[in-house]
């Protein structure tokens, strides 16, 4: 596990008419301030990234698919730089239906690994802006997928 | 249209490994403050209500799906009380990817009218809780589906 990423589990109520999820409040660890929610849907098979976000709290939930997550340490101060987390996140696994928090200052990337394309929703905790963070090419983090 | 709801169009941008969907800064009109976000699945065909939140502002955006929403005011001072207002809102159809803000003492009920199970996000400005709704069964409010 890389220092700076949270995972928690979250529930789906089920419901005859239609489950219920849980998703994020603001009472709940990691939850830095609300700028912004958004998502990002990935096409099976794609991977998006590298990004590393210098400012922005991220929490993420995957609310249809599955999505393999890689994330990277390469902060200079850090006890865990160097390493490698990953993790899947999915909505039709009520045990991968996770929320995890990404602090600043960790590279990610993701993958779509379901059949069908797959639905990312991030809340952030400032509106988005390019300014704040770093890209790099997938072939520029070594990571075997 | 009921005084109290508003339609804000969103963005879908297109990418080739999956497209980025807008859905609420906290700059926008409508906002009230972050409580909670969380998802409601309905099952094709099947209709979730009537609720009407006494206290709680929601805006929500249909992620997965088609979903036909129905509005009714029966507040006394309202200028549009004992109307109905209904819209259909969409994640595949871009026309009807939008943003529906419900200000409290309004009426809903909603049906799900895509194929497959349709999936809704609704943030709303303080965590969710029994004691600031009402509920009435369908056949309540005579609306004709």
Redo the contacts between chains.
């Keep these: 596990m890389i220092k700076g990423i949270k995972i928690f589990p979250l529930k789906q109520i089920s419901l005859?008419?239609?489950?219920?999820?849980?998703?994020?409040?603001?009472?709940d660890e990691g939850y830095k301030?609300?700028?912004?929610?958004?998502?990002?849907?990935?096409?099976p098979k794609?991977?998006?990234g590298w990004k590393k976000h210098l400012e922005t709290t991220l929490n993420l939930v995957v609310?249809?698919g599955e999505i393999e997550f890689v994330f990277f340490d390469d902060r200079i101060d850090s006890e865990t730089k160097g390493k490698f987390f990953s993790i899947t996140a999915s909505s039709t696994d009520k045990e991968k239906y996770i929320r995890i928090c990404v602090f600043p200052g960790i590279w990610m990337a993701f993958r779509?690994i379901s059949d069908d394309?797959?639905?990312l929703?991030d809340?952030i905790d400032q509106?988005h802006s390019d300014k704040e963070s770093l890209r790099k090419d997938l072939d520029e983090i070594n990571y075997i997928w």
Excluded: R, T
């Design positions: 005859e008419k239609g489950d219920v999820w849980h998703g994020l409040k603001k009472s301030g609300f700028g912004e929610v958004y998502f990002s849907n990935v096409v794609q991977i998006k609310l249809k779509c394309e797959a639905l929703m809340v509106p």
